[in-house]
């Protein structure tokens, strides 16, 4: 979903897992889907994770507990905290539709597989790579407090854990910043440019 990125502050869904795959975020056996709905891929997210084989909730899983459940689209829960190393393996972008299929506008971890981190972007998915030490901070102040908030500031580029204080500065490209900040895809930002490349054909 396009949506303009100014200051994102949000509670968050913690997923203290490493090296969380892109068949994880979701199995391989949904990109034979013919939709691009964001809804279908949303609601498949972590799918194998979530449910079990007769589709039923697990418990267990942060999405299924009390403190968690609430939808992004509630107003809530708008930014997924996650370990080390996420989005790694295969490049499929539906990883990323899933992601923001499901509501999330920002994802939060130490490392980002380099092709998905791309993905997220051109999906309306704000990575944010911070220190080790700052998500494990984060993820600590989460478990203490499941209503502690982030404050995600977009044109500062820092990213700050309300419930310390702590900030740290996070680095984006900045044509991706600026398509993000005007709620821009790659098709979008030439069409705005429109009267720059004429004016260009015409000299």
């Excluded at 997923?15 to 892109?22: I, K, S, Y």
């Excluded at 697990?58 to 989005?87: C, M, R, Y």
Aim: aromatic share 12%; hydrophobic share 40%.
């Amino acid at each position: 979903m396009k949506q303009k990125f100014d200051i994102i502050q949000s509670t968050c869904v913690p997923l203290p897992l490493e090296n969380v795959d892109t068949d994880q975020i979701i199995p391989a056996r949904f990109l034979k889907a013919t939709t691009r709905d964001e809804k279908f891929f949303g609601d498949n997210l972590f799918r194998d994770w979530r449910y079990d084989k007769e589709d039923n909730p697990k418990k267990d899983f942060v999405f299924n507990t009390p403190a968690f459940s609430a939808a992004p689209s509630e107003g809530v829960h708008q930014i997924l905290v996650a370990g080390k190393n996420f989005g790694s393996g295969s490049s499929r972008e539906h990883a990323a539709w899933a992601i923001a299929g499901y509501g999330f506008r920002v994802v939060i971890s130490s490392f980002f597989a380099d092709i998905h981190k791309n993905n997220e972007l051109n999906n309306f998915v704000l990575p944010v790579a911070v220190s080790e030490a700052f998500l494990a901070e984060l993820f600590a102040s989460i478990a203490a407090d499941s209503d502690c908030q982030v404050k995600v500031d977009v044109p500062n580029q820092t990213v700050t854990n309300l419930a310390t204080g702590s900030s740290e500065h996070f680095e984006i490209n900045g044509y991706k910043k600026y398509c993000l900040m005007n709620a821009l895809d790659d098709i979008d930002y030439l069409l705005e440019q429109k009267s720059k490349i004429e004016a260009y054909e015409n000299k």
